[in-house]
């Protein structure tokens, strides 16, 4: 059984910095693409950010609306991924979740229905 943990949430000022870890247990974490996504109330989960486990190594894919500000990394031996949200805007205030599967396509990754396996969340809110 796979279990996701999110941690690093809070609340900042616009401009502020987070960075958000995603720790992954009972699995092959090297074999996993992670992916990060937000949902406000009352919309969809987002995409934000993706490690594609690309035949061995990892690509990183971010979201339209958060590149340049956000980067998304991993620790293989932690087994556990990473966002680094910088330059926070109010925008950005949601639950943020990671999500992890296997053998998902680079041309799935923006699709949360990609991941079978789910953290809980962490809130994220930018407010002045």
């Known amino acids: 059984q796979v279990e996701l943990v999110e941690s690093g949430g809070g609340s900042v000022q616009p401009g502020s910095s987070l960075k958000l870890s995603c720790v992954v247990s009972g699995s092959n974490f090297r074999t996993y693409t992670v992916g990060w996504f937000r949902q406000t109330p009352g919309q969809e989960r987002e995409f934000v950010a993706a490690a594609l486990n690309d035949r061995g190594g990892f690509r990183n894919h971010l979201g339209d609306s958060v590149k340049g500000r956000f980067t998304v990394s991993r620790d293989n031996a932690k087994m556990t991924a990473y966002l680094q949200m910088s330059n926070l805007e109010p925008g950005d205030t949601a639950v943020y979740y990671c999500?992890?599967?296997?053998?998902?396509?680079?041309?799935?990754?923006?699709?949360?229905?990609?991941?079978?396996?789910w953290g809980r969340g962490t809130q994220v809110t930018v407010s002045s």
């Open positions: 999500a992890a599967g296997s053998r998902i396509i680079l041309s799935a990754i923006r699709n949360h229905g990609s991941y079978p396996n």
